[in-house]
């Protein structure tokens, strides 16, 4: 079922509000049987080679589907418990970012196309 929130307790002693992991009841932090697999993605936080994954992913995201797709790919291997979700949340900014600078960039193209038929016209 999509969309389900986890069952564990806060600190606080508040209901987690993040999603379950695919087939599970818990989160990917709550999960029981991803304590192993916790471990490891705190251990690889920092490594070469984890930065480099996210890097790679992120490659060639120069259109707004592109950055869509980025967008979808990285919720699933957030869901799945393959991201850790810190880094689905830094590559969710930076696609914000790609988005405005698209979206920018296509205004200031409509701008001069708009100035060229104007002098055009006079």
Known sequence: MAGRRCKAKTKS????RAYTVEGSDYCFVHDPT???ERVRWRRSG??????KAALEEAVGVQT????????????????SGKMDPSTANAIARLCNLQLK??????????????ERLTREGK
């Open 64 to 79: 707004s589907e592109e950055v869509k797709g980025l967008l979808g790919r990285t919720i699933e291997l957030v869901r």
């Open 46 to 51: 920092g490594s070469k080679g984890a930065k």
């Open 34 to 36: 991803l304590a192993g």
């Open 13 to 16: 002693g508040e209901r987690c």
């Open 101 to 114: 600078a698209i979206r920018e960039t296509e205004y200031e193209e409509r701008l001069q196309q708009l």
